[in-house]
């Protein structure tokens, strides 16, 4: 297991404000690391940062050569007069950890309005592609027509808040999107929050990733049935989220990596 980068995803993101959960840390630590492994290279991006979560895991996982993009309207706390601005949080994010942000990749815009060129320009094609920015069905077609287009052949696109019934219409746009490329994309894997898609020539490579890594071996594998490809599904049991919940909230954030071992 990776000792330093699991100390690192359960206790120092935790202090990023934002919305990956241990799982899919996990999930994007194996994919990363696998394509690193395998001489899989190009870039990284993200649609939706907000204060950078899962950026700074991505700045962890590969390292300061890596082209990491970040995608986002960073116009969250301007509507308040707030002095202290989401993108300036989000670079005081990186400070604090120990790793900057490349302000020459960042877009502060609507990812709705760029073209796949105003990425590869940037970062060539990308090797890993997530997509957690606007949660309407605009956006998700939007975004994911983006990202393939921006995608390297063994590329991965991760769609967050799949299935989560608070965006019904984030499920409708990924499902739709799926659907009509079934001839070329494959679901890897599920999880609670997010999907993992890939070019059918990977699939049964990343799938052979996701069931062998030692870092998801705390998860049932539970093979399903999505759209014409078998995915693994990562099953968080509820007992676990529960305990990990109480020792976060009881300050036990670095004693909280046990639970998912
Ligand atoms: C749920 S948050 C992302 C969470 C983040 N991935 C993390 O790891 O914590 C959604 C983000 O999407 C951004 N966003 C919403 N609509 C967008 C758009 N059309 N273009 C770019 N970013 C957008 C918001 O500003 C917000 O920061």
């Known amino acids: 297991m990776n ?26 630590l194996a994919l990363l690391q696998a394509q690193n492994t395998h001489g899989l290279s190009g870039g990284v991006a993200e649609i939706g940062v907000f204060y950078g979560r899962s950026y700074f895991l991505y700045r962890k996982v590969c ?31 990186g400070e604090r950890l120990g790793l900057p942000v ?33 949660h309407m069905l605009h956006h998700v077609t939007s975004d994911s027509v983006l990202a393939l287009d921006a995608l390297a052949p063994h590329g991965i696109i991760a ?7 608070a965006w019904p219409e984030v499920t409708v746009g990924v499902t739709d999107f799926l659907r009509e490329r079934q001839d070329e994309l494959a679901t890897l894997c599920m999880t609670k929050y997010k999907t993992y898609v890939c070019r059918k020539e990977f699939h049964d ?22 759209l014409g490809s078998k995915a693994i599904r990562l099953h968080n ?22 639970v998912y071992r």
């Open 237 to 258: 049991p509820m007992a676990r989220r529960m305990v990990y919940e109480m020792m976060v909230r009881s300050g036990m954030r670095s004693l909280s990596e046990r």
């Open 102 to 134: 490349d302000q020459d990749l960042v877009i502060c815009g609507d990812s709705t309005q760029l073209r796949p060129t105003d990425i590869t320009e940037k970062i060539g094609t990308t090797r890993f592609f997530s997509i957690d920015g606007g």
């Open 63 to 93: 390292g300061d050569k890596e082209k990491i993009l970040a995608i986002d309207l960073f116009d969250i706390d301007q509507s308040g007069g707030e002095t202290v601005t989401q993108y300036d949080r989000f670079i005081e994010n």
């Open 159 to 165: 769609f967050d808040d799949t299935f989560n019934p």
């Open 205 to 226: 490579f990343y799938c052979r990733v996701i069931d062998e890594a030692p870092d998801l071996m705390a998860f049932d594998h539970i093979k399903t049935d999505f």
């Open 3 to 28: 000792g330093d980068i699991r100390k690192f995803i359960f206790k120092d993101l935790q202090t990023v404000e934002g919305y990956i959960d241990p799982p899919d840390a996990l999930v994007f």
